[in-house]
């Protein structure tokens, strides 16, 4: 049975108000459905056609009691008619679905902006829970901002009368009211949404019912009430022509290591223990089989990187995925494979630490584990995307570096950019780098560590291949025969060679691009997630006629040729990061400049404020 839910009475004339971007959060219990809330607004805003960019927060906890501070489950999304590169500073309007979720985000609020709240959440219970001495809905407290109390809960089991479904499973759908409302304020269009509830809830119509009524109660209330005399229009961006998808940084990793395997005509296997913020590559690659990817759930991180390196081995592309305690466990495996020299792509999707730390939230604390966390000189590659978009690029350019060079490839992603969305342009296959490279088949010139002028890679022979049978393990080999060897001469000028094979990595990989003048006052250096919010810095700071630039690197290891003439052209040089200045110590020891570190390590990403001050400061000062 369909039921539609009509207006009380006549749309009233309302008030359209042309917006260029707007930030909303959506904040609730961990059970109220707030991140596929947050999804489903974002995926309506795509096909719209706005920029978009999203920051889901994760309570920390997974079974925090209901209502509780620790529970709070928070979806931000920033929407745009122009180029955007953050979901935002601070919400312009905030949907809190309970006291918690007020407590917890209504200072990020900006003043005067708009506060939707669940009022039917704020009984005594549950403010006692959120630790509130009295209301916040009639105690003055919430004056600086615009207050909307919304019954959602009594409006939302109404529309659910007459199906037969329980308090509880009644009171699942009322995110979906929310969800409507917020889709009349902003007139987006309800379409993409019904489509999903039909195609995820089809085998439950009574289910799907149930949202469905929700949904449309949500936009028919912000039609009919009296309470809101504005709606605000954003409109579509001007993209460059294309076909575009909404996509998350996980999404695009997962579909770049599958590119890759294409590009390369060889089969992928993965093989990883399950840890967040990566898990969703294990899932999504599972879904790949029919184009001939083979995953692997190992019992422990250690299995997961020595089964890696065994399907290298024997011929497939060998790639696991974790975060910095998964890489601590993989370490002396990667020094397997920077010993033996095989492609081998380890995924370190970085969340805050150390040890359990906060596994939820985001970190940039992994790179010096990425460069040094192994016994000996074990040198590898390492590559870091900036964007979600961009996850799908350094996939593949991950492996690109490790089929070439035949050699260990971090690829360094977090927990911001995993789970983060944004538009992403699909790219012509056909365009796409060529990364193939053959195997060695001819016994007569075979020879195990006799390697290529070029990039110093030794030759890929599979097991089994006539007259190619050669030593495999840790200990040191010998040049060219690789048989194991205790010579010191032979141990010296080999770990030359894998150091001087990853540096020559920098022969083949793009200059460092600046954003800006090519000299000036002031460099922002950046990599990773940081990308935009000093990206969206800059363009504030050079609208006001500063002379400063942006980079941006992709590349951390080795760096780009260019990297010293860039960085030697600006007075001072600024390196925001998620840590306490890892990238800064590198630059400062590698090419003695004076970099100065902006360091913030609360386990959420920078803010463009936070870029800005410290920017405003520098150029102030002698």
Not at 201 to 212: I, L, S
Not at 277 to 289: C, F, M
Not at 452 to 462: G, K, S
């Amino acid at each position: 049975m369909t039921t539609t839910i009509e207006p009380a009475h006549k749309e009233k004339d309302t008030e359209v108000q042309e917006l260029e971007r707007v930030t909303i959060r959506f904040a609730g219990d961990s059970g109220d459905g707030m991140q596929l809330t947050g999804t489903q607004f974002t995926r309506t805003t795509a096909v719209f056609g706005n920029d978009v960019s999203t920051f889901p927060d994760f309570p920390a906890e997974i079974r925090a009691p209901a209502g509780s501070l620790p529970g709070v489950s928070g979806f931000q999304v920033s929407f745009a008619s122009d180029d955007i590169h953050t979901p935002g500073d601070e919400p312009d309007v905030l949907v809190a679905m309970n006291p918690a979720a007020l407590k917890t985000n209504v200072m990020d609020l900006r003043p005067g902006g708009a506060l939707i709240v669940n009022k039917d959440a704020f009984s005594e219970t549950n403010l006692k829970k959120a630790a509130y001495t009295s209301n916040p809905l009639t105690d003055g407290s919430l004056k600086q901002w615009t207050l909307f109390e919304v019954p959602i809960g009594t409006l939302n089991a109404r529309s659910a009368e007459g199906l037969g479904l329980n308090a509880k499973q009644v009171d699942l759908s009322k995110n979906f009211f929310a969800l409507g409302l917020m889709f009349w304020l902003y007139e987006r269009s309800m379409d993409t949404t019904l489509k999903w509830i039909d195609d995820r809830f089809g085998k439950n119509p009574t289910v799907a019912e149930a949202n469905r009524r929700a949904l449309k109660a949500g936009y028919a209330y912000g039609e009919t009430t009296e309470m809101f005399h504005t709606h605000y229009r954003v409109a579509p961006a001007r993209l460059a022509p294309g076909r575009y998808r909404n996509i998350t940084g996980n999404e695009a990793t997962a579909l770049g290591f599958l590119a890759a395997s294409k590009l390369a005509n060889r089969t992928l296997f993965y093989a990883s223990y399950p840890i967040t913020p990566a898990s969703d590559i294990l899932h999504q690659l599972s879904t790949y089989k029919n184009f001939g990817v083979k995953t692997f759930q190992a019992e422990d991180e250690i299995a997961a990187i020595g089964a890696a390196i065994g399907a290298s081995f024997g011929g497939a592309m060998g790639l696991t995925a974790t975060a910095g305690p998964g890489v601590a466990l993989k370490s002396e495996g990667i020094n397997l494979a920077v010993m033996v020299e095989l492609p081998v792509v380890i995924a370190d999707i970085q969340r805050a630490g150390p040890s359990t730390g906060m596994p939820t939230k985001t970190e940039q604390t992994d790179l010096l584990q990425a460069m040094y966390g192994r016994n000996g000189e074990s040198p590898v590659a390492i590559v870091a995307p900036a964007t979600p978009a961009e996850c799908f690029d350094y996939a593949i350019e991950a492996w690109r570096l490790a089929l070439k060079y035949m050699v260990p490839v971090f690829y360094l992603s977090d927990a911001f950019l995993a789970t983060g969305a944004e538009p992403w342009a699909v790219p012509d296959a056909s365009k796409l780098p060529e990364i193939s490279v053959g195997n060695h088949t001819d016994a007569a010139t075979f020879k195990p560590y006799q390697r290529d002028p070029e990039t110093l890679a030794r030759p890929w022979a599979v097991p089994g291949t006539p007259g190619l049978e050669h030593r495999i393990g840790g200990l040191e080999k010998a040049d060219i025969t690789g048989n194991v060897s205790y010579d010191p001469e032979n141990h010296h000028k080999m770990t030359l060679l894998r150091a001087e094979k990853v540096q020559r990595i920098a022969n083949d990989i793009p200059d460092l691009e600046v954003q800006g003048p090519s000299e000036g006052d002031l460099l922002i250096l950046g990599w990773g997630s940081t990308y935009g919010a000093i990206r969206s810095a800059i363009e504030k700071l050079q609208a006001r006629g500063e002379s400063v630039a942006h980079a941006h690197l992709r590349h951390l290891n080795p760096f780009p040729r260019n990297t010293e003439q860039v960085i030697r052209s600006y007075r001072k040089v600024l390196i925001p990061e998620m840590n306490l200045g890892q990238l800064s110590m590198l630059i400062r020891a590698k090419y003695l400049v004076d970099a100065v570190g902006l360091n913030k390590v609360r386990g959420k990403p920078f803010r463009i404020s936070d870029v800005l001050e410290r920017a405003e400061e520098l150029l102030r000062s002698e």
